[in-house]
């Protein structure tokens, strides 16, 4: 299996425009975890899908922000409209949903917003 | 709710030198603890873990053992690499929480030659 797949790998966009970043989990994990990283405030948890249905969004900065699982296979997360304050990394995770079991991450998306 | 708190870093350490990244939790229920380790420009890998209390969990000469009395999961490493540079982050999953993970803020390790 190839992993957990991001993409874009690094995005640079201007201030108020729309940010999209994808993420393909492992084939039979069905728990999706979108995550953010900053110096400020470390590794946050935006939000996590179980079996394609958000459970807890409670992360989300705020309304610019969504997040969908249209299938078990992909997941976007959207930013709209972007500020600067948006610049971090954003990581995608997948797992089996057991409580003791492994996260995968991906290589995350960098994002730059100017 | 459910935290962790972990020593902050940066950690600089001569190579062969002995680790300790302190890790506490606050928790309900019975949590699991995990280590992950994240290389430069990487995403997070598991590096070890432990599901109940007493639990042992070791991989690749680190190891931390799951303390409920103290809620500690301190990661130690009786002789560290150069290779051993890296962001090192301490997290818990909750019961019945779907696997979802809270980590800590990270420690950097920095081992020199």
């Known amino acids: 299996d190839a992993g957990v797949i991001q993409s874009p790998r690094h995005e640079v966009t201007e201030m108020g425009q729309e940010v999209t970043l994808r993420c393909k989990p492992i084939s039979g994990h069905n728990s999706l975890f979108w995550y953010r990283q900053t110096m400020m405030r470390g590794l946050e948890l935006l939000i996590y899908f179980n079996n394609n249905v958000p459970i807890d969004d409670s992360g989300m900065p705020e309304d610019r922000f969504s997040a969908k699982m249209p299938n078990a296979s992909f997941s976007t997360l959207k930013i709209q409209p972007s500020e600067p304050r948006d610049s971090a990394v954003y990581f995608c995770a997948s797992s089996t949903g057991g409580g003791d079991t492994e996260a995968f991450f991906g290589q995350g998306t960098r994002l730059t917003v100017v | 709710g459910n935290s962790v708190t972990q020593m902050e870093g940066p950690v600089t350490l001569s190579e062969e030198a002995f680790l300790t990244i302190n890790c506490t939790y606050t928790?309900?229920?019975?949590?699991?603890l995990f280590w992950y380790v994240q290389y430069p420009g990487e995403g997070l890998q598991l590096l070890l873990k432990?599901?109940?209390?007493?639990d042992k969990g070791s991989n690749k000469g680190f190891e931390a053992t799951y303390r409920k009395e103290t809620t500690s999961f301190h990661l130690e490493k009786g002789s560290v690499q150069v290779s051993d540079s890296a962001v090192y982050f301490c997290?818990?999953?909750?019961?019945?929480?779907?696997?979802?993970?809270?980590f800590g803020q990270g420690t950097e390790l920095s081992v020199k030659p």
């Open positions: 928790a309900t229920g019975y949590p699991s």
């Open positions: 432990a599901t109940k209390a007493d």
């Open positions: 997290a818990l999953s909750g019961w019945n929480q779907g696997g979802k993970l809270i």
